[in-house]
């Protein structure tokens, strides 16, 4: 029985992050572990309220309040059984996962202190770390074999569910390493790559195979695929980036996409774990941010990790615009009632590092220096208007004004899976939305080939990947004519509260 009173006899309070100035010398994890006694306290805040909005509100349906009361007895083992009962890789969803399950506790009615349900979800994946991560083969062969193109969370979860149930899943992926976006994408001080490096073995153990350099479509035909295995799950992404090629300047020297920065840091940091170093951009520019004044453009996850980038790489100065107004600091009922999602100002620890955020401004122009080298961005403040569910951006006159640049990063979002001879050659084809459209059970236009992830509902989470993987491995599971039903946590027409 959980403790009613917790929540009045314990504030929330999350670990110290480690201090500013020590953690931009380093690429490690922010965020210490909480250490047992506070991780304890915390989860005793969980009243369990009978109606738990938290699992609504949690994409894969975690059992929150379970594990809450299991963490606050001691009971850390029976914690690691009811967290991985829904959840294959709480190890990446409790260190990034913006928890909307916190936007949904009961105890934030009303503007009060939510429980801290992602740090206790990232201690008890940490307990189970610390136990080594138990393989958990199945019990039989099944002798049916499915391909997974793409090794991101939707594609690991997919492999993970299928191989526990006696398939022979192969995961083909075009990079030199497994992990998708978590992988080279999402800095090491988010998330140390051992996390992933930890998990990759269970699967192993578990008899998932991993092909990496293989870039279906190109290195190995879909024909080809389809021929050796029984059924092809596309966990390929949402990867193309959103350009402004409208803009006067958008060809000068310095003004890159910022997942072209980002992962070619990531690749050097790599390198120091004996992974090749890429340390340039395709075009040969060096990527490195020292000295330079930077400005990033977009305001979300992409924009914030080319921040603490920047200040890693030690940038003289930056600026991070974002086109739309500051939001409210906390939720506005009227507009965003609890328990749904709230538009709020969100800051990540990036933005503690240093750098200004400059709110309601648009570029005009990328001001060349007379070489063919950006040396500014001339941004001009503006309102933003939807008119017939088109966005109208309005400059306000006279607001004109440059900022230094020698470096700009274009993160302004994803158009969806990049446009691949994959597609074609599968038969599936982009929608409006540059994503692969799903049959309510996960087939894509092409029978025996499904489709998870941000490859299907656009950029979008950790967890989101995670709980369609999950759901897509049911479904294949039961084309395969497998026995009994894997879980499934979510269904493609689903909206959640917390729609992304
Ligand atoms: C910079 C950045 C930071 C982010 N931070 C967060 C965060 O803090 N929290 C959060 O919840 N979400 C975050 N996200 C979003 C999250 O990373 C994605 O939603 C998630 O990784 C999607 O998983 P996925 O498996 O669908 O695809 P991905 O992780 O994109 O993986 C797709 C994989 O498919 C491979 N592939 C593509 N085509 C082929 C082919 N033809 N052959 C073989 N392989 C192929 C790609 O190389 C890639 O490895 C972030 C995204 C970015 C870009
Ligand atoms: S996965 Fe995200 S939404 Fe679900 S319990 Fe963890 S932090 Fe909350």
Not at 378 to 407: F, H, M, Q
Not at 449 to 477: P, Y
């Amino acid at each position: 029985m959980p403790d009613p009173n917790g929540f009045l006899r314990y504030d929330r309070r999350l670990p110290a992050r480690r201090p500013v100035p020590v953690r931009i010398t380093d690429w490690r994890e922010v965020y210490p572990p909480a250490g047992e006694a506070l991780i304890r306290e915390q989860a005793t805040r969980c009243m369990d309220c009978g109606i738990p909005f938290c699992h609504d509100g949690c994409p894969l349906g975690n059992r929150i309040p379970d594990w809450n009361d299991l963490v606050r007895t001691g009971g850390w083992d029976a914690a690691v059984e009811s967290l991985h009962a829904t959840n294959n890789f709480p190890e990446f969803t409790g260190r990034l996962c913006p928890a909307p399950c916190e936007a949904a506790c009961v105890l934030g009615i009303g503007g009060g202190q939510p429980v801290t349900i992602k740090q206790v979800e990232v201690e008890i994946a940490d307990a189970a770390a610390r136990g080594g991560l138990a393989p958990r083969p199945a019990a039989a062969p099944t002798g049916r074999s499915v391909a997974v193109v793409g090794s991101g969370p939707a594609g690991l979860a997919a492999a993970q569910q299928l191989a526990r149930a006696g398939h022979a899943v192969t995961v083909y992926e075009r990079d030199d390493a497994i992990g998708g976006l978590l992988r080279y994408g999402i800095p090491d001080f988010k998330l140390e790559k051992q996390h992933i490096d930890l998990r990759l073995a269970q699967l192993e153990a578990e008899g998932v195979r991993f092909r990496t350099g293989v870039n279906v479509g190109v290195d190995v035909t879909a024909e080809q695929l389809r021929e050796a295995h029984d059924a092809v799950l596309l966990a390929c992404g949402a990867l193309q980036g959103r350009d402004t090629p409208e803009t006067p300047g958008r060809a000068l020297r310095g003004v890159h996409q910022a997942m072209a920065h980002l992962v070619a840091a990531n690749r050097v940091v790599a390198a120091g774990e004996g992974r090749p170093a890429l340390a340039v951009l395709p075009d040969g520019t060096p990527i490195d941010a020292a000295g330079k004044h930077v400005v990033i453009i977009g305001g979300g996850d992409t924009a914030a990790d080319c921040l603490g980038v920047a200040h890693r790489q030690g940038a003289a100065g930056v600026h991070q615009l974002d086109l739309y107004p500051e939001p409210p600091h906390a939720r506005d009922a009227a507009r965003d009632p609890w328990p749904t999602w709230p538009w709020i100002l969100r800051s990540y620890p990036a933005h503690e590092e240093g750098g200004d955020r400059v709110f309601a401004a648009a570029v005009l122009e990328f001001v060349d220096d007379g070489t063919g080298q950006v040396r500014a961005v001339r941004i001009a403040e503006v309102t933003v208007e939807k008119r017939d569910g088109r966005r109208i951006v309005t400059a306000v006159p006279g607001s004109e004004r440059e900022l230094p640049a020698d470096l700009v990063l274009l993160a302004i979002g994803f158009e969806g899976t990049e446009e691949q001879p994959l597609l074609a050659q599968f038969g599936v084809a982009r929608n409006a939305r540059g994503a692969i459209d799903a049959r309510p059970d996960w087939q894509t236009d092409a029978d025996g080939v499904f489709v998870a992830g941000d490859m299907h509902r656009g950029a979008s989470l950790i967890v989101w990947a995670i709980a369609e993987g999950r759901a897509a491995a049911a479904a294949i599971h039961s084309y395969l004519g497998g026995v009994g039903e894997l879980p499934a946590p979510v269904d493609p027409e689903r909206q959640p509260l917390a729609a992304r």
